[in-house]
């Protein structure tokens, strides 16, 4: 299989940088401090202003500008690096949800067929809802254009043809040989993607047909009868073409797409809630939107995955797919929230939010 570095072009590649305030620190400091003291002057002995006043306004604007400047850097914010590997990409409840892990030359769902998932060589798509399928025309068009070889996509078995139907209208209407590999990947079914990777599909529980993936690394370990054995014994017995060691698959990435908070319970599911890595969705956020609207949706709301939080064996769990009526500063606090009741490291994929100090 091609590596995933066989195609790299700059602009496509999401970086990490952060963005410093566009206005000079220092004015804008000066700003918040006026504006705070307009606010809550006071006079000490003599008609002065007290000291203890003008600490108070000063204190306070510093805090201002502190969060601002956090709330900048989150607006720039591309992906994370998380276990060793770099999830980016965008999800937005409803608009858009396309995730790449370039490490394991993998893309979870397409969205509208973003540019830094064009790479990728293999893309699982988890649900036929627009957001996350629309644009697989134009990523497999895309690879064509750069001349990379057809990719593997995987799709669950129920949408198998209607999605063959779908590039064979494009294929009629744009007169463009859409080239591509399209794998029904069924549950209790294994793909190797390389040979110390493979994938397996899971139940998810979304309005529509869905299933999530797990990636798993390969490894190869000495059978226990053997572990008394010297190396030259062992070498021997290798050579012979005796099988000296047994396969085990480690759960590395798992990603849910869209669902309901239905699948933690599943025992089924155990790998998803152990890979090293969880990409799962939390839509809702806040009471504004109560979890009964939630499942109705096929969604999940954060108070479920608090809910449920002894279930989960992952090292970092990556929040994805919020709605878009949150601002960072609300995905914030909400991963504050459930970081607290998890032992598992909470990030965000925010790309695409906006900031309230924007």
């Known amino acids: 299989m091609a590596a995933a570095s066989l195609f790299s072009l700059p602009s496509l590649r999401l970086t990490h940088r952060l963005l410093a305030p566009t206005s000079a620190p220092a004015s804008r400091f000066q700003t918040l401090a006026a504006k705070k003291a307009a606010v809550t002057t006071g006079t000490g002995e003599g008609g002065g202003r007290g000291a203890g006043g003008l600490l108070s306004v000063l204190d306070r604007a510093m805090a201002d500008e502190e969060e601002y400047r956090r709330s900048r850097a989150q607006v720039q914010r591309k992906g994370v690096e998380v276990e060793g590997y770099a999830i980016e990409g965008v999800s937005v409840g409803g608009h858009e949800t396309c995730i790449t892990v370039p490490s394991l030359n993998v893309a979870f769902d397409i969205g509208r067929g973003p540019l830094f998932a064009v790479s990728q060589d293999y893309l699982f798509i988890t649900h036929a809802h627009l957001d996350h399928i629309g644009g697989l025309p134009m990523y497999i068009a895309t690879r064509g254009l750069y001349n990379l070889k057809p990719p593997v996509v995987f799709v669950p078995p129920c949408i198998k043809d209607d999605v063959e139907d779908l590039l ?7 007169q463009v040989d859409l080239r591509v590999e399209l794998v029904a990947l069924d549950l209790g079914e294994t793909y190797e993607i390389r040979n110390d990777l493979v994938a397996r599909p899971f139940e998810t529980h979304h309005a529509i047909p869905s299933q999530g993936y797990v990636i798993y690394s390969v490894r190869r370990k000495l059978k226990k009868q053997y572990a008394h054995l010297k190396g030259t014994q062992i070498m021997k017995m290798k050579q012979s073409g005796a099988e000296i060691t047994d ?6 990435v798992a990603f849910t797409g869209d669902t ?9 599911n155990a790998d998803a809630l152990r890979a090293k890595v969880l990409i799962t969705e ?10 009964d609207h939630a499942r109705e949706h096929g969604h999940m709301h954060l108070s479920e995955i608090m ?3 002894q279930w989960f064996r992952n090292k970092t769990i990556v929040l994805t797919h919020f709605s878009n009526r ?14 607290s009741k998890l032992s598992s490291k909470v990030v965000a ?4 939010f906006k900031s309230d100090y924007r």
Do not use: C, N, W
Request: hydrophobic share 35%; proline share 4%.
């Open 282 to 291: 939390a839509t809702f956020l806040d009471d504004q939107i109560d979890v």
């Open 307 to 309: 809910e449920h939080s």
């Open 349 to 352: 994929l925010t790309e695409g």
């Open 260 to 268: 309901k908070s239905d699948f933690i319970l599943d025992p089924r």
């Open 326 to 339: 949150y601002s960072l500063e609300d995905i914030r606090q909400a991963v504050s929230r459930l970081q």
């Open 247 to 252: 396969t085990i698959l480690y759960p590395e």
């Open 168 to 174: 064979h209208i494009h294929r009629r209407m744009s």
